[in-house]
């Protein structure tokens, strides 16, 4: 059987981990190393957590980010590694992936705590794809929304749209989300983009490309991932024969605008260091970003007026 890791990364967490646990525990015919990493969260929420998942792997290991695996850790007991500080999406995956393969997992299913598996044969198949070939180095599978809609593959702008995006903003506000909304992605390429709540990544991979980049602390991840595999010239592949649900509600995500403005940081450092754009047109792409974030304060103002 695959040896294989789940890294589950959780912030504020609690309500989501049992579940998503649930659905990992019922995994048949591998071997499994869940390793859940807290981001910093907040004590009462960390408590809540350590105990479930004590509860679930009850000879379970407790670390602390930076901990190397103890020399006495027996295969399928469960870590978890508590980190002082949220250190974002990319180095705090990483704090797991390193440990799973220390442990010598094949493969690492990269999953947030509010995805729900709920075939025992997800694993077994989503490996299988995955190693179906040397070439490749990501799988993932149909992912659904709770509004039922396929989050995979994800779309990925080329640069004139991106530079538009204040445009498609305006037109979707305008037409209340009926209209400017990001096309369908085409057919799958062997080199698309999937979405960062769920996947599984080839170990060796990882030690090729240094583990995930840690230079964006949210977004952006899953274009980086894309680069990576091309540049390697490896493939990420998909089996929409197997799904997962991504209960992720956005009104829990906090402040809009600084969200927005974290992802317009983490686009222009995608741009910039894996697709080599040039200082003209990061300086255009940098004035269309500061565009939308000015849409985006005037929006929320207006929102915070009509309460």
């Not at 997992?105 to 997800?122: H, K, M």
């Not at 509004?147 to 498609?168: D, K, T, W």
């Not at 894996?274 to 000015?294: D, E, F, I, K, Q």
Request: with cysteine; proline share 4%.
């Amino acid at each position: 059987m695959r040896k294989l890791a789940v890294v589950i990364l959780t912030y504020n967490s609690d309500h989501d981990l049992p579940m998503c646990l649930r659905g990992i525990m019922a995994q048949r015919d591998v071997h499994l190393d869940v390793i859940v990493v807290d981001n910093g969260s907040e004590a009462s929420s960390q408590t809540k957590m350590r105990t479930v998942f004590r509860a679930v792997l009850p000879g379970c290991r407790e670390l602390q980010a930076g901990d190397v695996v103890p020399s006495d850790y027996r295969h399928g007991t469960g870590i978890f590694v508590s980190n002082a500080s949220n250190a974002g999406y990319s180095a705090g995956n990483n704090i797991g992936a390193r440990l799973a393969v220390a442990l010598g997992c094949e493969a690492v299913l990269v999953i947030n705590p509010d995805v729900r598996i709920e075939t025992a044969d997800y694993l077994l198949r989503l490996a299988g794809t995955l190693f179906a070939s040397e070439r490749n180095a990501v799988a993932a599978s149909t992912v659904w929304s709770l509004a039922g809609v396929n989050e995979n593959p994800m779309f990925e702008p080329g640069f004139s749209r991106e530079l538009l995006a204040p445009f498609f903003m305006l037109v979707a506000s305008l037409s209340r989300g009926r209209l400017g909304a990001n096309p369908k992605p085409g057919a799958l390429t062997g080199n698309d983009k999937f979405s960062g709540c769920c996947f599984l990544v080839r170990s060796t991979f990882l030690k090729h490309i240094g583990y995930f980049d840690e230079n964006v602390f949210l977004y952006c991840e899953e274009a980086i991932l894309a680069a990576q595999v091309r540049r390697a010239g490896l493939r990420s592949v998909y089996n929409g024969e197997i799904s997962a649900v991504h209960a992720h509600r956005a009104s829990e995500k906090g402040d809009p605008v600084r969200r927005l403005s974290l992802w317009a940081q983490s686009r222009r450092y995608y741009h910039a260091h894996y697709l080599r754009t040039g200082p003209a047109a990061l300086a255009a792409l940098r004035m269309s970003h500061g565009v939308m974030l000015a849409m985006s304060r005037i929006r929320a103002q207006a929102q915070r007026r009509g309460r």
